[in-house]
């Protein structure tokens, strides 16, 4: 205790304080290295006489500037590194020759030769070992025997680190300094450093985890490979899935170049590096085409899909963005996440892009007709609309109103300012929907489809529509569901034991979007390739088990975290699809594949736009639905009315009945 008080008597002190002391800690090593010098060079204990008195009190003084200088008073002790002892070499050497010059043009008779380099190494050895002495005793006391102020002891978790590489190395070093993680091993592929060490941490095969977890009680596993390609780390993850340990990564060399994040930042395992999935890398003419000098308009730009693609338009180089939302906070981040990325770049191209923000909905067809006359917008990215599925079935007429109307009058105002491209991000849920909101979804597909075939010579207006199932990272996504609740402790509701999904992270997603316009010719229908499904159920388990925690159930009553199976929502499906038929095309991207599906002629679809409007208007929710199955081929409902003003009418008729 007496240790850890002196420490943070230390370590508290102002930085002036900490370099007097240093420094006379200096002047004495410095003194006692001339002294025992001498005395190993006569053999007895040496006591100067006459003139030599002068080399003892002129030797502080030359050592004192050099060590200035060299920067021994400006590292921060307890976080000193090895490669420090260079810098007390250098130091050491310089006054160690500065000194033996004045030693001998000194008129001090009979100074014997060998006590220049014993003075060298003596102060070399007493600076550099009283530095990591005070390493070792800072660190120790600090961080591991407890912290005063609380007057409680606050042990760090033992970690094992998987990855001897160079960042497996930084980070033990990192953690070395930190307060809640002590690396205990590293564990490592190659064979060939099986059973060496790196700053006294052995290496272990993956085979001696299990030995590890109970001799050092190991709580978690860092994967230190922030270069490796996410099948690597996707099959590293399943081999550490049947220990009882948390799983946690580096973040990727990338984010730690640029600065956005240091070595020792550890994050919860990436729920792509799940699956195995590595990106491809994007064609840059294709993303470039419709972005690079022009003016681009993205609506629901506030939205998951919608602030992606904000991001990654930014990064092409157009000459303006145009950010159209209806919802003022999120147009607020937008905005001021575009501009500091705008300013961190601060390079002329950068400077020269113009964001601008519209508040407003795409159900307003005057106001955003005028939004793309008046910027003269040339490519729009058409992501507004309702999208959360129960959601939707609780409104379907708001939904009907904004993903189709919506829809609608975008592609208009597109037609008649000569937008040259206008992409729509669809879904998969699009496909044979059950729900209202994958059936609004394909309504819009229609118009889309209608209004090319419709558009005259003069009318140069290209319609795209994308179509991609769930996007990690999304506001909808279960993944940030199933981390809050395995943080409460559960239980982590999954609504069936079938059910499965596509995933894509929202980066690619957002960058196979914008390749896949530049491929549209007019009314073309893009799918992407998702990869395998996954089963939701299994995607509960592997970050229940990833967290380090147990699955509680009948064989094992003992688990911390519950699943609990809900039922399927409202409008949920159990399988998604993204194709209708099974016309297909390849592109030249190998994840963007052409369908070739029906299409509604713009003459029949306008009659069907008029009913259906009036049935909005009218909050007509019987006739809505009626009207999306008449138009909508495949669309069969896989709930009753869920309308919450509709349902609430109905009770209150009954009950008067």
């Not at 590194?81 to 009979?110: D, K």
Request: proline fraction near 4%; hydrophobic fraction near 45%.
């Amino acid at each position: 205790m007496m240790q850890a008080k002196l420490a943070h008597w230390f370590i508290g002190l102002q930085r002036k304080y900490k370099a007097v002391i240093l420094i006379s800690m200096d002047v004495f090593f410095v003194l006692f290295a001339l002294w025992s010098a001498f005395s190993l060079r006569w053999g007895v204990l040496y006591i100067p006489k006459g003139d030599e008195w002068y080399l003892f009190s002129v030797a502080p003084f030359i050592a004192l500037p050099i060590f200035v200088r060299l920067g021994l008073y400006r590292a921060i002790i307890r976080y000193i590194e090895i490669r420090a002892l260079w810098t007390i070499f250098q130091a050491s050497a310089l006054y160690a020759l500065v000194f033996a010059f004045v030693l001998y043009q000194s008129a001090i008779p009979v100074i014997p030769r060998t006590v220049s380099p014993l003075n060298w190494l003596i102060v070399m050895l007493l600076v550099g070992s009283s530095r990591f002495f005070a390493r070792w005793w800072l660190g120790e006391a600090y961080f591991n025997v407890g912290t005063v102020r609380n007057k409680t002891k606050s042990y760090k978790k033992s970690v094992v680190i998987y990855g001897a590489g160079s960042a497996g190395v930084q980070l033990a070093s990192a953690l070395a300094h930190g307060r809640d993680f002590k690396a205990v091993a590293f564990i490592d592929d190659d064979k060939a450093l099986h059973k060496r060490k790196i700053n006294d941490l052995r290496i272990y095969p993956l085979s001696s985890l299990g030995y590890l977890i109970g001799r050092y009680e190991v709580s978690n596993v860092l994967l230190a490979m922030p270069s490796a390609k996410r099948s690597r780390i996707s099959e590293l993850i399943r081999m550490l899935e049947p220990y009882r340990v948390h799983v946690m990564s580096m973040p990727g060399l990338s984010d730690i170049a640029h600065g956005r994040v240091t070595v020792d930042v550890l994050q919860e395992v990436d729920i792509a590096d799940l699956l195995g999935r590595d990106p491809v890398a994007p064609n840059k003419s294709l993303l470039k085409a419709n972005i690079t000098g022009k003016v681009v308009m993205v609506t629901g730009a506030g939205g998951s899909i919608g602030s992606e693609l904000c991001r990654q338009i930014i990064q092409l180089q157009p000459t303006a963005l145009v950010l159209f939302e209806v919802n003022e906070f999120g147009l607020y981040a937008i905005e001021k996440e575009l501009n500091q990325l705008l300013d961190k770049e601060n390079t002329p191209s950068s400077n020269a892009i113009e964001i601008i923000t519209v508040l407003g909905s795409v159900t307003n067809a005057k106001r955003v007709e005028k939004v793309c006359r008046v910027f003269k917008v040339q490519t729009i990215y058409h992501a507004a609309a309702y999208k959360h599925v129960p959601m939707v079935e609780k409104n379907p007429s708001e939904a009907v109103w904004n993903n189709i109307f919506g829809t609608l009058y975008v592609a208009q105002a597109a037609i008649k300012t000569d937008v040259e491209l206008f992409v729509l991000v669809s879904t998969d849920k699009a496909v044979r929907p059950t729900n209202t909101m994958g059936a609004t979804k394909r309504f819009a597909e229609l118009i889309l489809q209608a209004l090319s075939l419709q558009l005259t010579p003069k009318q140069l207006t290209r319609f795209t529509m994308v179509r991609f199932g769930n996007v990690l990272g999304s506001s909808g996504s279960v993944v940030p569901l199933f981390r809050e609740q395995i943080a409460r402790g559960g239980p982590v509701t999954v609504t069936d034991e079938r059910i499965i999904r596509y995933f894509m992270t929202i980066s690619e997603a957002s960058q196979l979007v914008i390749q896949a316009g530049a491929l549209g010719q007019g009314g073309d229908v893009f799918v992407l390739d998702m990869g395998e499904p996954i089963r939701i159920l299994d995607l509960a388990k592997r970050m229940i088990h990833l967290s380090g925690l147990e699955i509680k159930d009948e064989g094992h009553p003992g688990g911390e975290i519950e699943i609990s199976l809900t039922g399927l929502r409202p409008g949920e499906k159990l399988y998604e699809e993204l194709l209708i038929g099974n016309n297909v095309s390849e592109t030249i991207h190998p994840r963007i594949m052409r369908a070739e599906e029906y299409v509604i002629n713009w003459f029949d679809l306008e009659k069907m736009l008029a009913s259906l409007e009036n049935a909005v208007k009218s909050d007509d929710i019987e006739l809505i639905r009626l009207l999306l199955k008449q138009s909508v081929s495949g669309f069969v409902p896989q709930c009753g009315i869920e309308d919450v003003m509709w349902k609430a009418d109905n009770e209150a008729v009954l009950e008067a009945n």
